[in-house]
């Protein structure tokens, strides 16, 4: 019986690093994925690299095709990219990956947004009334999304905060398939923590991958 066909069905727009990571990841955990780009040649010849278990569709396609959508861009961009695909993105899960920041002047960044507003909640009342925001994914950096994906002998955790549980087990499912533990902390309310500079970010407080355990140790 082949399994990969009860998967979810998941589609990444944006190849930029972050997407990249992830398709990679998810690939590797015997995942199918759809790949998605304004540049959908770029599309194309990455999907032919990665072989049968990566499809290319434009993004329209992509997205009604598709499950969960992950908008692996900006966060400058994603206001744009929700009210462009309003009707297709209904009913559907979309994952926010995007941290709002940009590069202060000075070699490091700064947020973009109020220090005390996250992406998550900021774009929660763009996304259509019928669909769901789940935040993952963007608590790690390109880097350690690679590189620490499938870790041994035990799996570095991803959070995910969400609203509705009613997502929380395609999500985990994704997380589990990219090589990582999943752990919810809560709901959209909670992004901020997951964010750059939040507590549990990589590039934040946390300062690194941690271990499920390490996370339980963090959050009691």
């Known amino acids: 019986m082949n399994t990969t066909n009860k998967k979810?069905?998941?589609?990444?727009?944006?190849?930029?690093?972050?997407?990249?990571?992830?398709?990679?990841?998810?690939?590797?955990?015997?995942?199918?994925?759809i790949l998605s780009s304004r540049e959908i040649e770029k599309a194309k010849g990455l999907s032919d690299e990665i072989g049968?278990?990566?499809?290319?569709?434009?993004?329209?396609q992509a997205i009604q095709d598709a499950d969960i959508i992950i908008p692996a861009i900006y966060f400058d961009k994603i206001?744009?990219?929700?009210?462009?695909?309003?009707?297709?993105?209904?009913?559907?899960?979309?994952?926010?990956?995007?941290?709002?920041i940009a590069a202060d002047g000075n070699g490091g960044f700064k947020k973009i947004i109020d220090k005390d507003v996250s992406?998550?909640?900021?774009?929660?009342?763009?996304i259509p009334k019928d669909a769901s925001l789940?935040?993952?994914?963007?608590?790690?950096?390109?880097?350690?999304?690679?590189?620490?994906a499938f870790a041994e002998p035990e799996r570095k955790v991803l959070f995910y905060a969400?609203?509705?549980?009613?997502?929380?087990k395609q999500i985990e499912?994704?997380?589990?398939?990219?090589?990582?533990?999943?752990?919810h902390i809560g709901g959209i309310n909670q992004s901020i923590r997951i964010e750059v500079f939040g507590d549990l970010h990589e590039f934040g407080a946390l300062g690194k991958t941690v271990t499920l355990e390490e996370a339980k140790n963090v959050l009691n």
């Open 79 to 100: 206001k744009e990219f929700l009210g462009q695909y309003a009707s297709e993105l209904k009913g559907k899960i979309i994952v926010d990956v995007s941290n709002p």
């Open 173 to 183: 499912e994704l997380i589990t398939d990219s090589g990582f533990k999943p752990f």
């Open 8 to 33: 979810t069905k998941v589609a990444v727009i944006g190849l930029g690093n972050i997407g990249k990571a992830i398709v990679a990841n998810l690939v590797k955990g015997n995942h199918p994925v």
């Open 119 to 126: 992406a998550g909640e900021s774009l929660l009342s763009l």
């Open 162 to 168: 969400s609203d509705s549980t009613n997502s929380n």
């Open 52 to 60: 049968t278990l990566a499809t290319a569709e434009e993004i329209g």
């Open 134 to 148: 789940v935040k993952a994914f963007g608590t790690l950096g390109a880097g350690s999304l690679s590189g620490e």
